[in-house]
């Protein structure tokens, strides 16, 4: 295991400090087509709907899983909805990615759709030797009923059954993160209708999501015990996951004569949940028109840095602190997953993320650029080949430093 640092020319660090050197991304272009599937259609449980693809990514190392599930009211929809764009984006970034369908409310209510993008998941780490994935770094997301599925897989309590005969079923379905797009992180009509009124109640998806006839129903005890466990938030703990939640509408006040659409893809959910994950200590990264609180530039970018940052798994132990303090460069590592390179230029102090990377420092040399040798130097004498030209290894610690 060893540190990969990517350094920068001083100018391309000056440019980057204002926007704190995050790592720039292609803009999504809308007119992309779907690459080739390696798989397409494949069955991932015993009922029709579970169907899934998948577009494995060229990686030496396992690589990162993010898996789209199609919104659609738990109604309609199709795993062919994922997005072109962030599809071979993510590719791009060495990102395998997944599409999954799901049983529909006219074939199961509730919880078949939760526990069949739980079996896919545990399909895909049930394949990860064959097809070269990492099971600690799987991400889930989707818009509306895809979102709702990726944050309940976040929140919920693991399904794996670890005495099960079936090999899949030992399969964890714990996610690293996930992405919402237009969510609901609670499907309780009652709590609906507390936030926009009435009419939420009379949400058509809501009857065969539950298997009920009529708004009477909802007040059966064994209903009632339904929606809690079908509400994303019911779940929600310290420790899981960070997730992404994006709406494409502001704030607006909500009336009787609101659009369901409307008002039903609403950022109070995202409100609420944003609320109830920061008194837990969870990150919520949530933006809609008029109010973000991350610094990601896009849900791209955000699954890039949470699945990347996790290259090590986590049953590895951490390394220690390190310290290096050189008169133009210096490295500052804080312990655990999260790092920061801080390069001292003439004048100017600069902070950039970078990732921990397995093995790959040698896959690394087209971005090291030259950096002039100091002047002889205590520091530098106690780390003679810290500075240099390509990839070098500094052995000043009892582990190996890549520049």
Known sequence: MKYCIVLMSALQLFLSASASAQNVQRPMRVNEKLVKAEYRDLSYGPYESCKLDIWLAKNDKPTP?????HGGGFRAGDKSQIH????????????SVAAANYRLTGVAPFPAQMHDA???????????????????RFAAFGGSAGAGISMWLAFHDDLAEPDSNDPIARESTRLACAGSMGGQCTYDPRVMKQMFGPMAMHHPALFPFYGVKSIEDFNRPEIRKLMAEASPITHLTKDDPPVFCEYYQSNIKVDANTPQNVWVHHPRFGIMLEKRMKTLGVECALQYPGYKNHNYKNMLDFFIKKLKALWRSAAEPAYPPVSISMPYFGVQQD??????????????????DYLCVEDACSGLSKNIVDFPAPAPSPESAACPNIHGIGV????????????
Do not use: T
């Not at 899983?65 to 599930?69: E, S």
């Open 392 to 403: 070098q290894y500094a052995k000043c610690i009892d582990h190996p430093v890549c520049i």
């Open 118 to 136: 739980a079996r896919a998941i545990q399909f895909l780490k049930s394949r990860a030797n064959e097809w070269n994935l990492d099971k600690k």
């Open 84 to 95: 072109p764009a962030m599809l071979n984006e993510l590719l791009k970034a060495g990102i």
């Open 65 to 69: 899983v993010v898996v789209f599930f």
């Open 335 to 352: 312990s655990g997953r999260n790092r920061k390179m801080v390069g001292w230029i003439p004048s100017v102090v600069i902070s950039v």
